[in-house]
Every structure is written in structure tokens, then in C-alpha cells.
T-cell receptor, first 115, second 112 residues
Framework: AQSVTQLGSHVSVSEGALVLLRCNYSSSVPPYLFWYVQYPNQGLQLLLKYTSAATLVKGINGFEAEFKKSETSFHLTKPSAHMSDAAEYFCAVSDHRNTGNQFYFGTGTSLTVIP | DGGITQSPKYLFRKEGQNVTLSCEQNLNHDAMYWYRQDPGQGLRLIYYSQIVNDFQKGDIAEGYSVSREKKESFPLTVTSAQKNPTAFYLC???????????FGSGTRLTVV
């Protein structure tokens, strides 16, 4: 079975500082990996996805993530945090072998940006 | 523009009442999903449907029911059997494993 672990339910960074949100997955085969962002009382919006092409994936709003098979990780980064980045972030994994439920989500990381 | 529409955005229910949450998509996606979100617990799958007239239970289906009579629509009914229904409910659709989900904007249900 697939699973996703997000280390750190709350992360605080200063405006302009590096953002690093951690995601590790368990999978016996190369998965598809996703990062989503959620603003208060809204749905989730896709930030970026890895689908076995380039291991460094660039997404919207200046975010990027690197797939590291050896570490089973897909950490999300942004060089310089902006106040508008404050939100909840979810990592998700898709098991392409599974014809039923397709996606598994982490429990989320709440990002606070300090002015 | 294509997307998913959830209605209403806020819903209040008295104990013992059934309520139905609407989810409509015009993305021509085959698969649709309902998730429940509670603080600190992430997203938990209630039901999903991969094709019209077929749906499967997720991890927390007890106290909920769904139907999929049309490709575009996947309504969720929260029944009186659901003991703790106050939560944020998210509907999503997908066209395949490598495309991810498209989410609606959610419905916040409160039992009063």
C-alpha cells in the first residue's frame, strides 16, 4: 500500500527566507507524486506534480520539488517566502497500479510566514 | 472555464436530519471523490466513483451515501447515522493517475 508522511505539521519561516516542506513516501514502484496548496475555507490547488519525467519539478508561485528515489522523498521548496505563501500544504501519492482509490494524502503542513 | 462546483458553501443541520451536498463538474472526468477534512487529520476518503452508476466506499463511509446517475454529478448525503458530521467536505474529480485531482471549493457543514 502507498503512504505519505509529511514531517512537521507546522512550519514557520521569515518573509524572504527559504521554504522547505518535507514529504516522504512509501512505494514499491515509482509513484506519481503531487503537492497541493489549500488556503482557508477553500479547496486544494495543484502546485506541481512528478510523473517520472525530470526529477526536479517546477510549479506555480515559484515552488519546486525534487524527486529523490534513494531517499523516497519529494520535498517542496521555495527560495524566498512571501506572505501570500501562508497556507496548508499537502503531499499526495498516486499508485498507478491501483484501479480503485488512486490517491493518498499526507496529513498536511501549515506554513506561517513571519513578516 | 471548466471546474468543479460545490454547493452550498456553508450548511447548517439540526441533529437527526439528513442533508445533501452537491458536487457538479464540467471537466468530463470519469472519476469523482468525496473527502472529509478535520483539523489535524488531513483528508479522509468517504466515497469514490470511477464510472456512472458505480461507486465504492472509502475509509469512512459509515453514515454517508452517494449516487452517480450522471457523469457530471456526485452528490453526497450525510445521514442522521453520522454521529459527528461537522466538518469541511471536499469533492474532487480526476481523469487519471498522472493528472492529479481537481478540487471543488468545499462545503462547511455544521450541526446545530
Amino acid at each position: 500500500a502507498q503512504s505519505v508522511t509529511q514531517l512537521g505539521s507546522h512550519v514557520s519561516v521569515s518573509e524572504g527566507a527559504l521554504v522547505l516542506l518535507r514529504c516522504n513516501y512509501s512505494s514499491s514502484v515509482p509513484p506519481y507524486l503531487f503537492w497541493y496548496v489549500q488556503y482557508p475555507n477553500q479547496g486544494l490547488q495543484l502546485l506541481l506534480k512528478y510523473t517520472s519525467a525530470a526529477t526536479l519539478v517546477k510549479g506555480i508561485n515559484g515552488f519546486e520539488a525534487e524527486f529523490k528515489k534513494s531517499e523516497t522523498s519529494f520535498h517542496l521548496t521555495k527560495p524566498s517566502a512571501h506572505m501570500s505563501d501562508a497556507a496548508e500544504y499537502f503531499c499526495a501519492v498516486s499508485d498507478h497500479r491501483n484501479t480503485g482509490n488512486q490517491f493518498y494524502f499526507g496529513t498536511g503542513t501549515s506554513l506561517t510566514v513571519i513578516p | 472555464d471548466g471546474g468543479i462546483t460545490q454547493s452550498p458553501k456553508y450548511l447548517f443541520r439540526k441533529e437527526g436530519q439528513n442533508v445533501t451536498l452537491s458536487c457538479e463538474q464540467n471537466l468530463n472526468h470519469d472519476a469523482m471523490y468525496w473527502y472529509r477534512q478535520d483539523p489535524g487529520q488531513g483528508l479522509r476518503l468517504i466515497y469514490y466513483s470511477q464510472i456512472v452508476n458505480d461507486f465504492q466506499k472509502g475509509d469512512i463511509a459509515e453514515g454517508y451515501s452517494v449516487s452517480r446517475e450522471k457523469k457530471e454529478s456526485f452528490p453526497l448525503t450525510v445521514t442522521s447515522a453520522q454521529k459527528n458530521p461537522t466538518a469541511f467536505y471536499l469533492c474532487a474529480s480526476s481523469t487519471g493517475h498522472n493528472h492529479g485531482y481537481t478540487f471543488g471549493s468545499g462545503t462547511r457543514l455544521t450541526v446545530v
